[in-house]
């Protein structure tokens, strides 16, 4: 395994262990609003445009007319203030042994720039490594669809094939798969490694420990 020219990452879930909190904040947000929910309905949301979900998909937010917007920016207020997002295991060092080894590098997510900042800035101090940045709102369709993907490989000048693409989520590995990219790696650190290969993914890693070290043999 040798390293590609670029390398693409998801954010939460694949850089930083956020994805508890963002459950919580989906939970926290259904109480109060005293609608139904089960534990696959919250997953759903994972890797998505919460407001893509709320306006495509069947919850008990059906029938009630709200915008999909206000409704994104009501859950917001729901978020948990004692829980943070903390680094996954090898992040910082993978991004910075890419970075010497003069690959290509950029992220691609479905939250906003503020929460980039945040967990790539701040929580792993690699932000400046990043060559380009596609958030939820520099694309029309977000995942699974392959537009924030195909951006990302645009940013970086370099053909889908010739990059690598970091996910946690199913729908985040199908939109990697559906863009091309060249190997796809499915990261156990929200989801299982079946539900992870059924999206397509074509390498299954617990976090990003020793990423590094086998790219560079």
Known sequence: MRWPKGILFDVDGTLVDSEPLHQQTIRNFFDARQWDYDEALVASFTGRRPHEVFAHDPGPWVGFNDDPIALLMEMFTHQPLDMKPVAVAGAADLIRAARDADVLL????????GWV?????EVLGVLDHMDAVVTGDQVTHGKPAPDGF?????????????????????????????????????????????????????????????VAEAAGR
């Open 117 to 121: 900042d945040v967990c790539v800035g």
């Open 106 to 113: 950029g992220l691609v997510t479905s939250a906003n720039q």
């Open 150 to 210: 195909l951006l990302g490989a645009e940013k970086l000048g370099l053909d889908p094939g010739d990059c690598w693409a970091f996910e946690d989520s199913p729908d985040g590995v199908r939109s990697a798969v559906a863009a091309g990219m060249g190997r796809v790696f499915g990261l156990t650190t929200t989801f299982g490694v079946e539900v992870l290969e059924d999206a397509g993914a074509h390498q299954i890693v617990p976090d990003l420990s020793g």
